[in-house]
């Protein structure tokens, strides 16, 4: 399958992006990790703006010559990546909250939660509707946007409460500190709601 140039500059854009906001996170999403680790992390930070756009662009080109087979894995391939940007937006908004804030669990947590994902679900939308399903039309748009907000609430619903539930009721396991495992909460309620958000726009909102 060929890429067109958005398909080139597209995950360049979303792996630099990832790096950026990890590297925001990194620093001050007061994460304790082993030494080990940390020695791991520290060296080799620095190269993820460089790291990260190049894996994003190879996972893109892969998925092209795989599509030749099964289309479908090329338009998943793209949600997957705008996913993973999706995610970090999600979590980097999440960290700024509760740095800024000083609270990483509670209430404040799920308002917090509830903005972040605000967040990832407006740069979902546009990403989603002009990247993974080529949806270039603007009639029907409010219509469109209606199904869109329906399937993402719904989503918003069940992220929401999956990361409160593993947060607030489940609590810190493994050893693992309130703020390393606010951030398990969050990454857990991203994952359960993946194919749920995929299928629902691929079949309903920007369906061709």
Request: charged share 15%; aromatic share 18%; glycine share 8%.
């Amino acid at each position: 399958m060929k890429l067109k140039k958005t398909d080139i500059i597209s995950p360049i854009i979303i792996g630099e992006a990832v790096a950026f906001i990890l590297l925001g996170i990194l620093k001050y999403g007061s994460l304790e990790f082993p030494p080990i680790v940390d020695g791991v992390i520290a060296k080799w930070a620095k190269f993820l703006p460089i790291i990260l756009p190049v894996l994003a662009f190879a996972g893109i080109f892969v998925a092209s010559f795989l599509a030749k087979k099964v289309l479908s894995l090329f338009q998943l391939a793209k949600f997957l990546l705008t996913g993973i940007l999706n995610t970090f937006v999600d979590i980097g908004v999440l960290t700024f909250l509760m740095v800024v804030s000083g609270f990483f669990s509670g209430w404040p947590y799920v308002l917090f939660k509830a903005i972040s994902f605000t967040c990832a679900v407006i740069n979902s939308y546009f990403w989603n509707k002009f990247w993974t399903y080529e949806k270039k039309e603007i009639k029907g748009a409010g219509k469109e946007f209606g199904k869109f907000y329906l399937i993402t609430g719904i989503g918003f619903l069940l992220n929401v409460s999956i990361a409160s539930f593993v947060v607030n009721i489940v609590g810190p396991q493994f050893g693992l500190t309130a703020e390393v495992w606010s951030y398990v909460g969050a990454i857990f309620a991203v994952l359960c709601v993946f194919m749920w958000n995929f299928l629902g726009y691929k079949f309903l909102v920007f369906k061709k």
